[in-house]
């Protein structure tokens, strides 16, 4: 793995990419997003980390924990109003989306998260 981003070529697959693809793919899809978390869990601590990777798994924690509240409160709200606001489903992909993207860009210049305890981005 490069520490420096002017070091390598191309995509640079470190732990943080791979939990933000994860999660990209989990917006869409459900399973992966749990494995990220998962992953993110594992490797939050690791004294191999660099500060800019810590910030990285602290924010998508965050961002996993907040989709977990979303989706009840989203399925609360679709069975409250007999399937017509279900969309909302498709807000908090989105939500999530965005997230990991900003991630990923940050994370390919070992960026550290500004603030990995928003809400938003």
Known sequence: MATNPSDTKGFDLNRP??????????????????IGAVLAYVWRGDAANAAWEESHFAYHIRGFWITVIAVCAAFAITVLSFGLLAPVFGLVALWLAVRAVISLAKAQRHEPMPDPDTILW
């Open 17 to 34: 990419t791979i939990v933000a693809l994860l999660i990209l793919v989990g917006a869409v899809t459900g399973l992966p997003t749990i």
